[in-house]
């Protein structure tokens, strides 16, 4: 029963009409049943739904939600206090029908409000996203049976058999196929098989690992859709992706970077994940075919580490990301993970990394950065390190979601166009012409 209420689906699912309509018709009641006091009672409800306006938009100037509030986010927070407020009064006369119905508005519109705002990020599909805990069943590994062959054609010689699932699985890397972590304190990570994975001999495929943002987990809920989604189109072929926690619980972040504060979240991801990748998975084992990618806090990190560790990342992918990790709070970043050394956070940033590298160290790497044109918190940065990417040697691919902010929404649409574009990469589609 825990599992069905976590795992429950927040966005794509009628909860949130569903709540909304209740609150709705129960804030009706409240007022309707004394019609001598509606004016007063509607009155009572305007006011605390503007002061929650007010409240959420002089947060938002003062940076609080580092960035911008989605517009919805703002009047779903309004409307669940206006609706909250008609319910109190209710609550505070008989007879008892009114003020079972005011607990229903009270109750019913903040389950509306809340679920409202997470729908307007549109990031955290459930409640085990949220509170950062793990619901997915565990993990059941293929044996390692990969079919052999050039990488780079595997989408001419694969042929699918009829038996092959219509989609992709996702399950929690735990127990007895949990990656070691080593002196870092990892949430399990999630793991998602495509078709082509889950039948007998099946081929050797791409390894993509991946960040999710802050607050957030290794949820898998977008990739796999994405994943999903071109496998449909593409005869069950997509990479094998592993979704990992960079950041050990949502409040958290350690800025990418090994630390004494915060543990080796480098050396788990970029050491540790690839050996148990390697050893456990049926992926290919060219490095070329394996990209780190990430999202919000999760880019920058891919950003980092595909510029630090070109011999483990062949690819790079950063959707929505930071312009460097620790952005939004430098100073605590420096004292917390890099012990005062300010020149030493200079050094991590991706730009810096990527424009000290030597010559030709990116050659046959790909870069590719996404983020909404009206996302001008991150936006700017995603275009600055673009730049450098392209300066500094990659293959470097954009993609601008017009209207876009930095929402679930944008990381759809830029998932649902990153694994089409780097697919000819990874043997997955033809080349590009």
Partial sequence: ??????????????????????????????????????????????????????????????????????????????????????????????????RISGVIAILAGLLAGAVGVNTSYGVTHNLAAILGVQALDPASLPSQDASTGDPATLYQRWQPPADMPAKGSVSALTGATQIPTGQYAARDASLYLPPAALVANPPALPLLVFMMGQPGSPDPTSLAKALDAFAAQNKGLAPIAIVVDQLTAPDRDPACEDSATFGAVSTYINERVPQWAAKNLNIVSDHRYWTIGGFSNGGSCAAMYGAKHPDVWGQMLDVMGNEFPGSEHVAQTVTDVYQGDAAAFQANKPSVLMAAAAPGTFAGHTAVFTWGSADTTYGPGQLANSQAAQAAGFTTLTYIVEGGGHTGETLDASLAWVVPALAPVLGLAAPRS
Avoid: N, Q
């Fill in 1 to 98: 029963m825990t599992k069905f209420f976590l795992s429950l689906e927040l966005i794509d699912s009628p909860l949130l009409v569903v709540s909304a309509t209740v609150a709705a018709l129960a804030v009706l009641a409240v007022l309707l049943w004394k019609r001598r006091r509606l004016v007063l009672t509607g009155l009572i409800g305007i006011a605390a739904g503007a002061v929650m306006f007010v409240v959420a938009k002089t947060l938002e100037a003062a940076d609080t939600f580092e960035g911008p509030l989605p517009g919805a986010a703002i009047w779903w927070a309004a409307g669940a206090a206006a609706g909250a407020a008609v319910g109190v009064t209710g609550l505070c006369r008989a007879p008892w029908p009114r």
